[in-house]
C-alpha cells in the first residue's frame, strides 16, 4: 500500500546484537539505495519512505517488528534478516500478511517461497566455487567448525558432502555457542592440533569470528598453509581483529572493493562517503543496495507495490549491480550472481584467486553442482 506520495518499505536489520556490525553495513548500504533513489525523483514520482527497526540480533523480534510493520503501518515490502533463524522468524509473518520480503545475505539453501527474493549467494553461488578451491590449493582434509543454529549445520553439511565427492575426508564437524567463550575457542584450537587438517571451514558468525582468529593467529597457525574459509566472515570482522590476524585466510562472496569496475568502485566509494569510512563495503551490504534498487526497478514497471503486480515485475528487471547485472530468477526467486573467492590481505585489495567471469543461474536445492552458464552473457567485470 502507498500513501498519495510515498511508497512505505519496513526495513528489519539490526544494529545491536550479535550481528549488530555486520547488519549496519547493509543498514547503511539500504540508507545509501533509498537515498540515490529519491534523489532521482522517486518512483513515478513518489519517494521511497523506509521505516526502520532495530530486532537486535532476536529472532522473536524480526518476525513481531514485521507483523507491526505490516499490520499497523500498512507496509508490503520488508527488507532484512541476516542469520538464517532470523529469516525463518520473519517469513511466516511475512507470508501471513501477503507481503514480500527481500533477504540480502548468503544462506544455506534448500528453500522457496513466494513471498521471500533470496539476493544473498545460494550454495551454488559459493560454497561450490570455495570447495574446488580449496581441494586444489590445499588439500583433502577438512576440518568443520561452526556456530550452534541453522545454517553452520546446513552450510557444513554441503561443504562436507561436496569435499566427500572430490575424494576429500571431513575429520571432525564441530558447534560452539552463538556466544563464544574463552573454552570453546580452547577446544577448537585443541581439535585442530588433534586432526591435523589441510584447511578449515568455519560457519562462526558474529562476535565469536574475532575471537577464534586471533586465538588461532595467537596459537601459531599460518595462514597461508593452513588457511580458515568461510562465507560468513566478512570485512567488517577483519575490521575488527589485531593487525596481523586475517591475512591469508579465505573467504567467498559475490562482491569485493577490490573488483575494478567502474560500478564496483563507484559504489563502494558512495558507500565510504555515505558512512564517513566507518564502515567497511561487504559483500551482504552490495546485496542489500542492489535489493532495493531491483525493487525500485519492478515498482517503477508494476506501478503497485501489492505482491501480485510486483512480483511478476521482478523477473522481467534487471539492474547493473556492483558485482555485475544482477536479475531474479522467476523458478526459484533466487538472484543470478557473480561468485567469487579471495585470500585476505590486509591494507591491501583482497586476492581475488577464484573468478569464473561469468554469471551463474541459482540452483538452491544444488541440482546440478557442475554449475549451469548463462551463454548470452558478456565477460565478466574485470579486476584490477
Not at 528489519?12 to 556490525?21: I, K
Not at 529472532?59 to 541476516?82: A, K, M, S, T
Not at 590445499?138 to 556456530?147: E, N, P
Amino acid at each position: 500500500m502507498s500513501t498519495e506520495d510515498t511508497w512505505p518499505i519496513g526495513i528489519v536489520m539490526s544494529e545491536t546484537g550479535v550481528t549488530g556490525m555486520i547488519e549496519k553495513t547493509q543498514v547503511a548500504a539500504v540508507r545509501l539505495a533509498v537515498d540515490e533513489i529519491n534523489a532521482a525523483g522517486g518512483v513515478r514520482g513518489r519517494a521511497l519512505a523506509p521505516l526502520w527497526r532495530d530486532p537486535a540480533s532476536t529472532p522473536r523480534r524480526y518476525r513481531d517488528q514485521v507483523l507491526e510493520l505490516c499490520r499497523d503501518h500498512g507496509v508490503r515490502v520488508i527488507f532484512g534478516g541476516h542469520m538464517s533463524s532470523t529469516r525463518k522468524a520473519m517469513l511466516p509473518m511475512v507470508e501471513a500478511q501477503n507481503a514480500l520480503m527481500f533477504y540480502p545475505t548468503l544462506y544455506e539453501g534448500f528453500e522457496y517461497s513466494r513471498h521471500c527474493i533470496y539476493t544473498g549467494a545460494a550454495p551454488n553461488q559459493n560454497s561450490v566455487p570455495l570447495v574446488d578451491y580449496l581441494y586444489a590449493a590445499f588439500g583433502r582434509r577438512l576440518l568443520l567448525i561452526g556456530s550452534d543454529y541453522v545454517y553452520p549445520y546446513e552450510s557444513n553439511r554441503i561443504v562436507g558432502d561436496l569435499f566427500r565427492s572430490k575424494g576429500g575426508e571431513v575429520l571432525d564437524e564441530v558447534y560452539v555457542p552463538l556466544d563464544l567463550r574463552g573454552e570453546h575457542v580452547a577446544r577448537l584450537l585443541e581439535l585442530v592440533a588433534e586432526t591435523r587438517p589441510d584447511v578449515i571451514y568455519s560457519t562462526l558468525v558474529g562476535d565469536g569470528i574475532v575471537r577464534f582468529y586471533e586465538a588461532y593467529r595467537a596459537a601459531g597457525h599460518d595462514p597461508e598453509t593452513l588457511p580458515i574459509a568461510s562465507q560468513s566472515t566478512s570485512e567488517v570482522d577483519v575490521m575488527r581483529m589485531k593487525p596481523g590476524t586475517a591475512d591469508g585466510h579465505v573467504i567467498a562472496a559475490p562482491f569485493f572493493d577490490s573488483l575494478g569496475t567502474p560500478a564496483a568502485q563507484g559504489f563502494a566509494g558512495a558507500f565510504r562517503a555515505a558512512t564517513g569510512g566507518a564502515l567497511p563495503v561487504t559483500a551482504p551490504a552490495e546485496a542489500a543496495y542492489f535489493s532495493v534498487h531491483l525493487y525500485a526497478r519492478a515498482l517503477a514497471l508494476a506501478g503497485d507495490d501489492h505482491v501480485d503486480r510486483l512480483l511478476p515485475a521482478l523477473y522481467e528487471v534487471e539492474y547493473e549491480a556492483p558485482q555485475g547485472p544482477v536479475r531474479i530468477d522467476r523458478l526459484t526467486n533466487h538472484t543470478h550472481l557473480w561468485p567469487r573467492v579471495a585470500r585476505i590481505r590486509e591494507g591491501k585489495p583482497y586476492e581475488i584467486v577464484s573468478d569464473p567471469r561469468r554469471r551463474v543461474p541459482p540452483d538452491p536445492y544444488l541440482i546440478d553442482v557442475a554449475g549451469a552458464e548463462e551463454p548470452e552473457e558478456a565477460s565478466a567485470p574485470g579486476l584490477c
